[in-house]
């Protein structure tokens, strides 16, 4: 798989992790003392696009395959600890956090579409080769 298609996968991985995160703020928004919580994948990605960059696992041994990392090394995950608008402590606000929801659903839309787009490229090309 190319370098492009790896970071569009690490992309969408990176999309769904933060779904989860916005989805528990939402669901802990009337939780006392609850901070919200999310991770930045974005930074994440620029730093592996950057040159010389790479996405590869640790071996064990010397004789183990190198294989792609489904990890989450690399995402920043944080707390907003130092906010709070809400009397019992509470810093979870529903609108952002469903704003950030839906332009986190269209971020994960784009990477899915142009994975989609990559990998029917490469069908393409392989059937026009025969193979």
């Known amino acids: 798989m190319n370098r492009v298609m790896q970071i569009l996968e690490q992309g ?4 769904s992790r ?13 939780t006392p003392g609850y901070k919200r919580q999310d ?3 974005k930074s994440a990605l620029r730093k592996l696009a950057e040159p010389g960059q790479g996405l590869s696992l640790s071996k064990t041994r010397n004789n183990h395959l190198a294989g792609r990392t489904k990890s989450n090394s690399g995402l920043n995950y944080f707390k907003e600890r130092n ?5 019992d402590g509470g810093n979870v606000d529903i609108e952002r956090e469903m704003a950030e929801m839906a332009k986190n659903n269209v971020y994960f839309d784009t990477l899915a579409q142009q994975l989609d787009a990559g990998f029917n490229r490469i069908h393409s090309v392989l059937d026009r080769s025969g193979g």
């Open 18 to 30: 933060r779904q989860n995160h916005i989805s528990n703020n939402i669901a802990n928004a009337d």
């Open 39 to 41: 991770i930045d994948f």
């Open 12 to 15: 969408i991985d990176g999309a």
């Open 83 to 87: 906010t709070s608008f809400r009397v």
